[in-house]
């Protein structure tokens, strides 16, 4: 469970990145937060692993204090959370495999790292999160020669490796095009409902959203203006987020709208 209660984030430049943000995210969730470009979407989800640092309030996973939290304190509690991000964050020149096995780094002695001796039980724990997205069959491609939709599907795995409790996805599909987002999005899907993994995943796209959400949190300016369901985030809705009416160019191709615990694939 995450619990944001009064949680405000203010940048050394004054700015507000969250404004007395107050909601709780159940465990087994699968919740998209959507918004325009510095509504506070990155700073809501990097605030729950402290890359953001709470100014006020109090941030909680699991009933374990993230505001505050530094050292051995702060490095286990990321151990417990997935990151995924829109660049990837891959080591290029390293092979698929090996960039999976960092997802490890929080459980494995230094030098076992350093000389790529990885125990067994690791291993084996890397291919099936590669099997899990779906290119078990690239383990030892180098992570260069694969497309951006391969190489987010890299990073899920990684994240899928620290056994997380939690998954958070800061705009994973923003460099990617529609048919591959929609497949990374059906990926992040199909882990939360098979694996229980509380999910949060920030996108621009609120058609998309609707697509697989459980629960849509919609921000603007700092702050939560919207937080239902998919069938709730309505035109009305889109105004109230996006300060504007929907357009067409506001819905990403792909499949069609399915109601939560329907497979987009099979529906």
Known sequence: MIEFDDVTVTYPTGTKGLDGVTLTIPRGQFVVVVGLSGAGKSTLIRAVNGIVRV?????????????GARGRRLRLLRARIGMIFQSFNLVERSTVLANVLTGRLHA?????????????????????????????????????????GQQQRVAIARALAQEPAVIL??????????????????????????????????????DLATRYA????GMRAGRVVFDGTAAEADDAVFAQIY??????????????????GTDPETA
Do not use: C
């Open 55 to 67: 100014s006020g309030g109090h941030l909680t996973v699991d009933g374990e204090r993230v505001d």
């Open 108 to 148: 494995t002695p230094w030098w076992r790292a350093l000389l790529g001796a990885w125990r067994p039980d690791d291993v084996e724990l890397a291919f099936r999160a590669l099997e899990r997205v779906g290119i078990v069959d690239k383990a030892y491609n180098r992570a260069s020669a694969l497309s951006g």
């Open 169 to 206: 996805a800061d705009e994973p599909v923003a460099s990617l095009d529609p048919p591959t987002a929609n497949m990374v999005m059906r990926d992040l899907q199909r882990i939360n409902r098979d694996l229980g993994i509380t999910t949060v995943v920030n996108l621009h796209f609120l």
């Open 214 to 217: 459980d629960r849509i949190i």
């Open 243 to 260: 300060g504007r009416a929907l357009n067409a160019d506001d819905v990403l191709p792909g499949p069609a709208r399915t109601a939560p």
